[in-house]
């Protein structure tokens, strides 16, 4: 099961098992897990039109991701993807809920669970930034579990790049 805490450090990505989570959700429908297949994180990340990469490239990303995954009758149709040093950084690299399931909470689950694991990680005196890319217009969604706004009186805008190896042998 993908614990987002363990007793040694924040945000541990335990791969013995991968047992189903029942948080809330009901046990003859839904459920979350800790896995998905390459094929279908590059199914989600097409379904709301963002951009696709190599399938070993996926691969290597949910390898080393915690991922948290809502199952409909076995069916992926929400997912996180959280990256972290495991120490005081944690990002939330993916929220994708297929579009004929967006608007039912699946993604407010997915960030429920995410924040409530990183809250109860904590040691006593400890801290973690948590940063995320909003999707445009998502940005409200997120303000709701305490994001802040960029740029505010503290911090300038976040910034990010792409950075893509053009050469044939490499082209999906």
Not at 30 to 56: A, K, N, Q
Request: net charge negative.
């Amino acid at each position: 099961m993908d614990h987002l805490k363990s007793d040694d450090t924040i945000l541990s990505k335990n791969n013995d098992t991968q047992d189903l989570i029942h948080n809330g959700i009901s046990d003859d429908e839904d459920c979350f897990t800790d896995h998905i297949s390459p094929e279908d994180y590059l199914m989600f990340r097409r379904s709301v039109g963002w951009s696709v990469f190599p399938i070993e490239e996926a691969r290597l990303s949910l390898e080393n991701s915690i991922v948290i995954c809502i199952r409909k009758q076995g069916r992926p149709v929400a997912i996180g993807r959280v990256v972290t040093d495991k120490g005081y950084i944690v990002y939330i690299a993916d929220i994708i809920v297929l579009p004929e399931y967006q608007g039912q909470g699946y993604g407010r689950k997915i960030m429920e669970k995410i924040m409530k694991d990183i809250n109860e990680s904590l040691k006593p005196g400890y801290s973690v930034m948590v940063s995320l890319s909003s999707a445009k217009g998502k940005e409200g969604f997120y303000e709701k579990f305490g994001f802040l706004y960029r740029p505010n009186e503290d911090v300038g805008h976040g910034m990010y790049q792409w950075i893509r190896n053009e050469s044939k042998e490499n082209r999906i």
